[in-house]
């Protein structure tokens, strides 16, 4: 008998929501539960991770270097892997 094993989902990002000035939501799927194993860049700059969720990560952002709603380019790069996209904020 082959044992198969379940493929890890891939990095996948589907929207981002601003919470505030300092916070916003990503969703997608591929990410780990684990905080610390997703690294995020937000407008090129890194954001801290304080929560996720195979499909949400929540960060705390610096500030816009844009005023809102403007396009702003999101990574996430997880253990199953990363994706790239450009979103508009408002």
């Known amino acids: 008998m082959t044992s198969i094993a379940n493929p890890t989902a891939a990095v996948t990002l589907l929207g981002v ?3 505030s000035t300092i916070c916003a939501t ?6 780990s539960a684990t905080p ?3 690294t995020v860049t937000f ?3 890194s954001a801290t991770v304080d929560f996720s969720t195979p499909t949400t990560i929540v960060v705390s952002i610096s500030a816009l270097s844009c005023p809102t709603p403007c396009s702003v380019p999101v990574s996430v790069t997880s253990p199953s892997g990363s994706d790239s ?3 508009t904020l408002d």
């Open 17 to 19: 929501s601003l919470n």
């Open 26 to 31: 990503i969703y997608g799927t591929g990410f």
């Open 36 to 38: 610390s194993q997703n």
């Open 43 to 45: 407008n090129g700059s």
């Open 85 to 87: 996209n450009h979103f």
